[in-house]
């Protein structure tokens, strides 16, 4: 009796791992796409301008998730991320698998600060360290080759 009882134990183990085993199959991703909502422009000190096609994150989820699971984004596009209030920001990069530099921008759409080469999957806390009412992600090194500074302005658009 008791020998049967433990080999119903130890089949039902076996079972169990092996059901479990069959979950943890990896879910495959869907890919995730640019899709053009906008455009922005950046008004440099220097006259100059910078033209991007823009993503807009103004929901909730939108901004919650970003450009997670994204493998890139080309040189002239971004995500521009509204709120609804100018407050201090604080991003992070997870599940982010490409490298961004973050420009702060103001409720008067001025650039108040940047993070500049965000580390891809980092939980590292990326602070505006000043009041921001937009946030607006590039790829890294962008904010260094078009020489953009604090001050510098933004307008945008979102398309019908």
């Not at 008791?2 to 169990?16: G, K």
């Not at 906008?38 to 301008?49: E, H, M, N, P, V």
């Not at 910078?50 to 993503?55: A, P």
């Not at 984004?73 to 961004?100: A, H, I």
């Amino acid at each position: 009796m008791i020998n049967r009882l433990v080999f119903s134990m130890l089949l039902f183990v076996s079972f169990a791992m092996i059901s479990c085993k069959e979950q943890n199959k990896p879910i495959p991703q869907t890919k995730v796409s640019f899709k053009k909502e906008g455009d922005l422009t950046i008004y440099k000190s220097d006259k100059t301008q910078v033209h991007l096609d823009i993503e807009i994150a103004d929901t909730d989820f939108d901004i919650q998730t970003g450009l997670m699971y994204r493998d890139g984004m080309k040189k002239n596009q971004g995500m521009l991320f509204v709120f609804n209030d100018e407050s201090e920001r604080f991003f992070y990069m997870k599940n982010t698998k490409f490298p961004l530099d973050l420009i702060y921008i103001n409720a008067d759409k001025h650039i108040v600060s940047f993070q500049k080469n965000a580390k891809p999957f980092d939980e590292s806390s990326l602070p505006s360290n000043v009041p921001a009412q937009y946030v607006l992600e590039m790829n890294a090194g962008l904010i260094d080759i078009w020489n953009l500074k604090v001050g510098d302005s933004i307008s945008f658009k979102k398309n019908n």
